[in-house]
């Protein structure tokens, strides 16, 4: 038998889905262009980490991709780029908007 990594919450086990920033136009000054930051979304909450590049990088927990983009995508100028295919998983285990 092999290990059960979801203890005995399998049924609400839906994955991670990946994500980066593609920064456009740098808003503030700091964050600069491109790939400034990757995260994750967790399925079964909703809930968002993000990660920020560079030198002065840090860690940052949301509540929702909403509030990711409410926060951090200056109307429009950086674009939150998904890295996972949501068809890669079945349907049962994957629900596209993380709640």
Same mark, same amino acid.
């Given at each position: 038998?092999?290990?059960?990594?979801?203890?005995?919450?399998?049924?609400?086990?839906?994955?991670?889905?990946?994500?980066? %920033?593609?920064?456009?136009?740098?808003?503030?000054?700091?964050? =600069?262009? =491109?790939?400034?930051? $990757?995260?994750?979304?967790?399925?079964?909450?909703? $809930? /968002?980490?993000?990660?920020?590049?560079?030198?002065?990088?840090?860690?940052?927990?949301?509540?929702?991709?909403? #509030?990711?983009?409410?926060?951090?995508?200056?109307?429009?100028?950086?674009?939150?780029? %998904?890295?996972? #295919?949501?068809? /890669?998983?079945?349907?049962?285990?994957?629900?596209?908007?993380?709640?």
């Amino acid at each position: 038998m092999g290990h059960q990594y979801w203890g005995n919450n399998k049924e609400n086990y839906m994955g991670l889905r990946r994500f980066h %920033f593609d920064r456009v136009e740098d808003a503030s000054g700091v964050s =600069g262009c =491109g790939r400034v930051a $990757e995260g994750c979304l967790f399925t079964d909450t909703g $809930e /968002a980490v993000i990660h920020w590049l560079g030198a002065h990088g840090s860690i940052n927990v949301y509540h929702s991709i909403d #509030d990711v983009i409410l926060v951090h995508g200056h109307e429009g100028r950086t674009k939150i780029v %998904f890295d996972d #295919d949501p068809q /890669a998983e079945s349907k049962e285990e994957l629900k596209k908007d993380g709640n």
